[in-house]
Every structure is written in structure tokens, then in C-alpha cells.
């Protein structure tokens, strides 16, 4: 065992076999690969022995993050409901040589006032059902203050997803006004 002594590489969608005047591989400079790129490799260790070139498997670079949308309640809807449905569309990318699949998870946050900034005044986090997602009254507690029913008032609503890349997309917003007569 005399230990790694140095890595050469290329890179490219059909590199060329790496030789000892390629790239050496620096753990604190890593190369970056675009999508479809491989890495073409191989050690020498300490004692000046070489291993066979191996090649990665193609990178995949997903930089396309879901979609999400809101699409009911109704702009400016006025609402005699404390615990309003509500609804939407979800990405439902399955995961293929150029993307990560979309997440089954969509998280749902509403705002106090007309627009979706600040602190959500309740979130939840509800699993899509294909290109769909639903906030029902089954979904909404009176004993968990995220998911309480909503006191009168006017409420933004605005959805995210993220994928198994990291990407994450924002839906639209929309405003509504709950109005209870309490």
C-alpha cells in the first residue's frame, strides 16, 4: 500500500484517455462538468504504478426547478370560510437523463395582507397527486397554530416545490379575503 501519489483526468462529452501531461486532480479545485460530460481518470500511486483509465457515468445538470401554481381561491375572492380550500398545479417531472424528478411534497404558505412576504401566518406541507395539489378541510387543525383555521382578514396564499436537484420554484400568489360574520 504506497498510497495515491497523483490523478490525472479529462473532461468533455467524449474525452480523450487522460496521460501523465493531462490535468491532475485537486481536491480544493475540482473540475465542474456540464451536462451529458464525463471524467476520464487514472492514479499512480507513490511507487510509480498506474492503474487503467475509468470513466464517470455522463453528469446530469437539472437547473429547471418545478412549477407550482395556485389556482383557487379566486383573486380577490371573499370568503365566508375559516378553513378555505385551496388548490393548485404541481410539477410532475419524472426523473429522465436531463432532469431530477419534481418533489411529492408541496409546501403551502399563507400570508397575513395582500402580498406573500414576511413570516407565513401558516404553512403546510401536502403531497401532490400527480400534476395537482389540494388544501381541504381535513388539512387544516384548530389545535396546531400553522395549521389553524384563519381568523377574518385578507390572506395571500403561494406555493413551492423543489426537486431532487435542489431546484425549487414558487408558484404565483393570490389574495383573498376571509369574512366569517364573527
Same mark, same amino acid.
Given at each position: 500500500g504506497s498510497g495515491v501519489d497523483k490523478t490525472y483526468y479529462t473532461t468533455g462529452t467524449n474525452p480523450a484517455d487522460p496521460t501523465t501531461s493531462s490535468a491532475v486532480y485537486d481536491p480544493n479545485n475540482k473540475p465542474t462538468l456540464g451536462h451529458g460530460e464525463k471524467i476520464k481518470y487514472f492514479s499512480v500511486d507513490n511507487a510509480g504504478n498506474q492503474e487503467a483509465v475509468k470513466t464517470s457515468a455522463a453528469a446530469k445538470v437539472d437547473t429547471v426547478a418545478p412549477s407550482p401554481t395556485v389556482s383557487?381561491? *379566486? %383573486? !380577490? *375572492? %371573499?370568503l365566508n370560510d375559516a378553513t378555505p380550500a385551496v388548490g393548485g398545479t404541481a410539477g410532475d417531472q419524472a426523473e429522465d437523463a436531463d432532469h431530477s424528478a419534481d418533489g411529492q411534497d408541496v409546501a403551502v404558505k399563507i400570508y397575513s395582507g395582500s402580498s406573500a412576504s414576511g413570516t407565513p401566518v401558516r404553512e403546510f406541507t401536502l403531497q401532490r397527486s400527480g400534476? +395537482?395539489? +389540494?388544501? !381541504?378541510? *381535513?388539512?387544516w387543525d384548530q389545535d396546531v397554530a400553522a395549521r389553524a383555521p384563519l381568523g377574518d382578514g385578507t390572506y395571500t396564499v403561494q406555493a413551492e416545490q423543489s426537486d431532487g436537484a435542489g431546484n425549487s420554484g414558487q408558484s404565483n400568489s393570490r389574495s383573498f379575503k376571509v369574512d366569517t360574520g364573527t
Open positions: 383557487s381561491p *379566486a %383573486e !380577490g *375572492a %371573499e400534476a +395537482s395539489w +389540494s388544501l !381541504g378541510d *381535513a388539512d
